[in-house]
């Protein structure tokens, strides 16, 4: 069951903000000057065959082919400039960047429009007389969004054409909508800002309902709702959609480093981050290497298991449970977790329980079983009730 928060069904609800009403009657903002931090200065342009959209791209286009990624605006705003230093900042990287809604536009935008982004992309680089044309691979299509634009990239990820799909600071607000979650067969990453972004709760929810086998990445950084897109170049959010997009849409391993493995480059930074089912495109996953000498042997594995309370609301909270392997490796762990009275689970992720309230098992799930003597993994979970006074206990095989 999701968590439906009136204030991001309201942001969720393609209401545009007070501020894109305001830009529409100024002069170009100086986030539109040409820029980014890539090594293709980016500028912004519209097209006569793409209405109401913004194109962000590198100002000189290289030799080599841009990638595209169509990007859903937050509160559905039809300001394609809305997050404009973000997609600059992706754009200067070589990348074919569109966004829902006009340079300053107003109104609102619905998914509709993202596949119009991909349409005019594949039809432009086909073109002869195009200053796109054979300039597009359209081989490598990311759909992506903010917020309300989160919505927008789930309710177009079944596209064939689509290779990745990234939320934003988004989540399903319904369960009826689940089905867009069932019907995912290509990687999805998540960015969200941490337990006081308004969306985490649906995004977690989400992320725990993922189909199994899906290549998913979560990440969480403390910020909200608001991200870091308005900040140079995007900020944190910028520098680490642009990290994945490189991975994903043009197969830089070195940038997927960032996302993949258990010393992932993420991993142990301000970024809170889960896993699942990630191995790197040239299918070497940067794992641990194993030790130089065998593990030891005889007596029992052992493990301790670690309760976390990270979001509590009235009626709900999320939790995260750290399971530790003792001095020797294990292959499987099981915790055993006692909830407290009233309190049951909703959903979990990355682990597989049995029972929903009281005292409940969670085992491993097949990926992060096996852990070197005093490796870390986790699981977590949403619950109804309050998460506070539960106990977990740990055993190893």
């Excluded at 309760?307 to 995260?320: I, K, L, P, R, S």
């Amino acid at each position: 069951m999701k968590r439906r928060s009136k204030i991001y069904a309201g942001l969720a609800a393609a209401i545009v903000p007070v501020t894109s009403v305001i830009m529409a009657f100024s002069g170009t903002p100086a986030s539109a000057a040409i820029g980014g931090s890539g090594p293709y200065p980016a500028d912004y342009e519209t097209s006569a065959t793409l209405a109401n959209h913004t194109i962000f791209r590198p100002q000189n286009l290289p030799s080599e082919r841009l990638p595209i990624v169509v990007w859903g605006n937050g509160a559905c705003s039809a300001n394609g400039l809305s997050q404009g230093n973000f997609l600059r900042e992706i754009a200067s990287h070589g990348f074919l960047a569109i966004a829902n809604g006009a340079p300053n536009g107003s109104g609102s935008t619905n998914a509709q429009m993202l596949t119009q982004s991909i349409d005019w992309a594949v039809a432009e680089n086909s073109r002869q007389g195009s200053k796109y044309y054979n300039k597009i691979d359209t081989s490598k299509v990311a759909v992506a969004g903010f917020s309300c634009g989160g919505l927008e990239a789930y309710a177009v990820s079944n596209d064939p054409r689509v290779t990745t799909t990234g939320i934003f600071s988004s989540g399903l607000l319904n369960d009826a909508d689940d089905y867009q979650l069932r019907r995912l067969t290509k990687p999805i990453a998540y960015f969200i800002g941490g337990p006081s972004d308004i969306a985490y709760p649906n995004a977690m929810d989400d992320w725990g309902k993922l189909p199994a086998g899906l290549p998913a990445f979560m990440g969480n950084l403390n910020v909200g709702h608001g991200g870091t897109y308005d900040q140079t170049n995007g900020g944190e959010f910028g520098r680490v959609a642009t990290l994945y997009f490189k991975w994903r849409l043009k197969g830089d391993t070195t940038a997927g480093r960032n996302f993949v493995g258990a010393n992932c480059g993420l991993c142990g930074s301000q970024w809170s981050v889960q896993q699942k089912n990630l191995t790197l495109d040239d299918d070497t996953p940067p794992t641990t290497p194993p030790p130089t000498t065998p593990p030891p042997t005889g007596g029992t594995p052992t493990c301790t298991a670690v309760y976390t309370v990270q979001d509590q609301w009235n009626g709900g909270f999320v939790a995260n449970v750290s399971v530790t392997a003792g001095s020797a490796a294990l292959t499987g762990w099981r915790v055993t977790l006692t909830l407290p009275s009233g309190a049951s689970v909703s959903s979990l992720w990355n682990g597989v329980t049995s029972g929903t309230s009281g005292t409940i098992t969670v085992a491993n799930q097949s990926y992060n079983g096996r852990l070197a003597a005093g490796q870390a993994t986790s699981f977590g979970f949403q619950g109804t009730g309050s998460g506070g006074g539960a106990t977990a206990s740990c055993a190893g095989s």
